[in-house]
């Protein structure tokens, strides 16, 4: 179960770019959190701020009640699963070695050059497969598999990582749109079933509405929605997506005058 709070978090990238502007954000253990935003808004920025991959400039990321910091990234990192766009698998290898892949944050450096995992990975690895249904490919090449078998696999990669917590940035954004409502069904129930907290990163405001206990909104580096699926109206909408209501109705005008 992993808790995780943002106090003041700033982003600023060495090009000048200010990609979070003051965000403050409290996660619940075993909550499912949707980010939406437009493009460039900062929720990539975000998703890569609670694994360490980048460092807020200013403010606190605080994980488990442990500040992130360089020293304590790897342990931290070992309890955070990651699910990819793009599936991230190593092609040629087969599905149980890319999802005991998930294991070796938890290994030393030298049993996981060799790939020598214990049995205990091995059941682990076995048991993440059961559960994203895909047992019976485990020995087939990570390639030959179809994106939404593929995006099974990653996600039983992180669930071999026994995490507490899976981030996932775009994770349906190759996926057609049954494959799509599957996996975030999958996820949504290994939150729900196993208490693994998940942040995902979405462009489809249904999906959001569908699968999230709750969604925040960022606009150009803030937050301007935080709440539940039955909170975002049309007005969190706009706000989100950077047209107020009233902008919104004289754009619809217009296009009804420009049909007349
Ligand atoms: N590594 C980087 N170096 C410099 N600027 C960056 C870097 N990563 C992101 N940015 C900038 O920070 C801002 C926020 O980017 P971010 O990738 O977080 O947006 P996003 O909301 O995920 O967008 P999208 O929906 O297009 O994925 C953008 O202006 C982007 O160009
Ligand atoms: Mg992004």
Avoid at 80 to 101: A, E, I, K, P
Avoid at 131 to 152: C, F, N, P
Avoid at 169 to 185: F, H, K, Q, Y
């Amino acid at each position: 179960m992993a808790s995780i709070k943002l106090s003041g978090v700033h982003k600023h990238y060495r090009n000048n770019v200010h990609a979070l502007k003051g965000v403050d954000l409290d996660i619940p253990p075993g909550q499912f959190l949707v980010i939406l935003g437009p493009s460039g808004a900062g929720k990539s920025t975000l998703i890569r701020l609670l694994n360490g991959l980048e460092t807020p400039s200013e403010g606190q990321v605080v994980i488990d009640g442990t500040e992130l910091t360089k020293r304590n990234l790897r342990s931290v990192r070992a309890k955070v699963g990651m699910v990819f766009q793009q599936f991230n698998l190593v092609d040629r290898l087969n599905v149980m070695t890319n999802v005991l892949s998930g294991r070796l944050g938890k290994r030393n450096w030298f049993t996981s050059s060799l790939f020598l995992f214990p049995r205990s990975d091995l059941e682990l690895a076995h048991k993440s497969l059961a559960r994203v249904g895909l047992v019976e490919k485990a020995w087939m090449r990570a390639d030959q598999l179809s994106g939404g078998q593929q995006q099974r696999v990653g996600i039983a990669r992180a669930l071999a990582q026994e995490p507490a917590l899976i981030l996932a940035d775009e994770p349906v954004a190759s996926l057609d749109p049954i494959t799509s409502t599957e996996i975030m069904g999958l996820l949504r129930d290994i939150c729900d079933e196993q208490g693994i907290s998940v942040v995902a990163n979405l462009h489809q405001l249904d999906y959001a509405r569908d699968y999230a206990h709750r969604i925040i909104g960022l606009n150009n580096g803030h937050i301007v929605f935080d709440g539940s699926p039955e909170q975002l109206d049309s007005d969190a909408e706009a706000r989100i997506y950077g047209r107020s209501a009233s902008s919104r109705k004289e754009v619809r005008h217009e296009l009804v005058l420009a049909h007349a």
